[in-house]
């Protein structure tokens, strides 16, 4: 007797914590989905098998069924803002000038080319077509990558219930909400108080740029990639956008390049661009 009040005890415990998991997970889900309704939250603390799940997350929630034409925006820190409050950012702006559409910024951090043909070719795999996307290329992240290739993030038949929603990204990642710091609430509702940042960025490395010499041998390469991902983009998009985002000369002089090299390489990346339009 004392044997089965003692298993129903342990079975009661097990199934409480369970559904308690459950109920956790989709009131985090929903959290998350309310704060960020316009912009990616900042993956950038969170590793590659819990970042891409949280990019997929967003998309499906915000391109499965709009109810207005989206302009998605693609990019790293200056279209996500870094060191910005939400509502300094350009993407916030664009909200003022196309009332008619829905402006959905999936910027990230430190973003490379080869993590937006990721998510572009995500979009692809779920047959996701939108009205516009913006694609921000950063010079440094894109020529400090270490390849231009995409990292296979498409559905797979049994896990693709991990993509769909914020829920089931927490459900299925528990340690995840350790890292709810990277909401970064006082950036979207707080914007008189001064932004904390929660991670450090590491010296400007030697690798992190090259010389104009050595970027004009890689150059047929970022052709070729930029292509590709034009191609890509025009699957998905009716409307493609590229643009090279600005870098403070100042900023380039405390540094061990040359303001001209990093000139020249922006003006060459731009040309590539021009041949899109």
Not at 229 to 250: E, G, M, R, T
Request: include cysteine; charge should be positive; hydrophobic fraction near 35%.
């Amino acid at each position: 007797m004392i044997q089965k009040i003692y298993y129903k005890y342990v079975i009661t415990i097990i199934v409480g914590l369970i559904f308690t998991h459950f109920f956790w997970s989709y009131f985090l889900g929903g959290l998350t989905s309310y704060f960020y309704s316009g912009n990616l939250i900042n993956v950038r603390n969170f590793t590659d098998t819990e970042r891409y799940p949280l990019i997929n997350a967003y998309l499906n929630q915000k391109l499965k069924s709009p109810k207005k034409p989206v302009i998605l925006v693609f990019g790293s820190s200056f279209s996500y803002g870094y060191r910005l409050l939400a509502n300094e950012a350009y993407t916030h702006y664009m909200t003022k000038y196309f009332p008619n559409h829905t402006i959905l910024n999936a910027s990230q951090i430190g973003s490379s080319g080869e993590d937006i043909l990721t998510n572009i070719n995500y979009l692809k795999a779920t047959n996701i077509h939108l009205d516009t996307l913006i694609i921000e290329i950063n010079l440094f992240n894109f020529t400090s990558s270490k390849s231009i290739v995409a990292a296979d993030t498409s559905p797979k038949r049994w896990f693709d219930y991990i993509n769909n929603s914020y829920s089931q990204f927490y459900l299925l990642h528990p340690h995840g909400i350790n890292l709810l710091t990277n909401l970064e609430l006082n950036r979207i509702f707080n914007p008189s108080k001064k932004i904390e940042n929660l991670y450090s960025f590491s010296p400007f490395p030697d690798s992190f740029s090259e010389k104009y010499s050595d970027f004009k041998k890689k150059l047929p390469m970022y052709e070729a990639f930029l292509n590709s991902l034009f191609s890509s983009s025009s699957a998905i998009a009716d409307h493609v956008y590229f643009f090279v985002s600005p870098i403070y000369k100042n900023g380039i002089k405390k540094t061990q390049f040359k303001v001209s090299d990093i000139q020249n390489e922006l003006e060459d990346i731009h040309q590539i661009c021009k041949k899109f339009s």
